[in-house]
């Protein structure tokens, strides 16, 4: 499937510009200002509409509508590929240079969630993880990440109100592109993702925990203090975690909850999300949820539950419904607040955990893709 051919067939991406930054393009390239840069903002990310030629704004000058023809280019990845089980599927979206990066849709009560991919690959190496397999290719660019939901929302048509990070790669390692996806994704005068329905998941990147919480002090839209966190626990004490997610040993258990008890949470509503991946005989005894209550206390935080959703090879099993609805109780007696989260997508190997590309793996250089311009029209 491929979308239709674009208007903008310059050499610099649309899609890595957020209002501001697009309105000072204008200013820089055309000598023009917010009114043509904000009616060509407005129009590709509410209809997915690039050709500022039909634009009210741009009516009287037609030759201001050729020049940023010539100057952006608004060309969508190709969907290489796509799997599902029903409802909730993956697809595939090609880049520039070859490489696939993978997305999930999976819907919800009123409407649907994206899992997007901040990287191709990663580096972080957590043994349950079938990205971690393929290793660490690249990250992906502020646009290649507002690709993905442009895909989701305008191509496949689907209702996205809200975005998740945790597709392939570590969203703390990628920062600075991962924030500017979320500054034009969260933009009401486009997408208009609201930051709350936005969520980053940190493998436990201390340092990103921290730049991100300086930043969360500070209210939109320069501040992002509405964004969500969610951190991936997946073990009760440092010898487990050490084990299975070797970040851990860069930022030990202690160094993380410190980080956390620092973070700010804007609203009275507000939880940190804590990611649990439950493993059948490695984090799932009644003694590590009571480890994990203690660990979580005076945070204000709720822990899902995720049951482990085998990847290729796995030396892990995944745990029986009764372990999970143990668990589960296990915490809640002990004070915790947590829920189950369901594992939409396993036999497509889309959920959590299962994105990864075999094939890259192997070959880890892949052909740089043509780029295919359409002649302007
Ligand atoms: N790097 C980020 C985001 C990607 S992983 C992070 O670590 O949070 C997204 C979530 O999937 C994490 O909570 C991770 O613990 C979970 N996950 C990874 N592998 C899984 C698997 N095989 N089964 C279930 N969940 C898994």
């Known amino acids: 499937m491929s979308s239709a051919p674009a208007a903008l067939t310059g050499p610099d991406d649309i899609l890595r510009y957020d209002y501001a930054g697009l309105t000072a393009e204008f200013a820089r390239r055309f000598g023009k200002g917010e009114y043509h840069a904000g009616a060509l903002f407005r129009s590709l990310y509410r209809r997915g509409a690039d050709d500022p030629g039909p634009l009210p704004e741009f009516a009287a000058n037609p030759s201001l509508a050729a020049k940023v023809r010539d100057a952006f280019a608004y060309s969508l990845p190709e969907i290489s590929g796509r799997s599902g089980d029903g409802e909730t599927y993956k697809f595939l979206l090609k880049l520039r240079d070859g490489y696939e990066c993978e997305s999930v849709i999976i819907p919800m009560r009123q409407y ?23 290793g660490y290719l690249r990250s992906l660019d502020a646009g290649e990440i507002v690709a993905q939901v442009m895909v989701a929302r305008h191509v496949l048509k689907e209702p996205i109100e809200n975005v998740v990070f945790m597709g392939m790669g570590e969203p703390m390692d990628n920062l600075d592109n991962v924030l500017q996806a979320v500054r034009i994704l969260s933009d009401q005068r486009g997408l208009n993702i609201g930051q709350s329905s936005i969520t980053i998941s940190t493998v436990g990147h201390v340092d990103g925990i921290r730049r991100l919480a300086a930043l969360a002090a500070q209210p939109p839209p320069e501040g992002f203090s509405r964004l969500r966190l969610a951190v991936s626990l997946n073990a009760p004490n440092d010898e487990v975690r050490s084990r299975i997610m070797p970040i851990n040993r860069q930022w030990p258990l202690a160094e993380l909850k410190a980080a956390l008890l620092d973070f700010p949470l804007a609203r009275r509503g507000d939880f940190l999300f804590m990611e649990y991946v439950l493993i059948k005989g490695v984090n799932d005894t009644r003694a590590h949820a009571l480890e994990v209550a203690e660990y979580l206390k005076g945070l204000k935080a709720c822990v899902n539950l995720i049951p482990y959703n085998p990847r290729l090879d796995s030396p892990f099993a995944r745990p029986d419904k009764t372990d999970t609805a143990d668990f589960f109780h296990w915490l809640m007696e002990a004070g915790q607040y947590c829920r189950v989260r369901g594992t939409k997508g396993k036999d497509a190997m889309a959920a959590c955990g299962q994105l990864g590309n075999r094939a890259l793996k192997r070959n880890r250089a892949p052909q740089a893709a043509a780029v295919v311009i359409p002649a302007a029209g």
Do not use: D, I, R
């Open 112 to 134: 649907k969630s994206l899992c997007v991919s901040s990287q191709v690959g990663c580096k972080m190496g957590c043994t349950f993880c079938e990205t971690a397999q393929m």
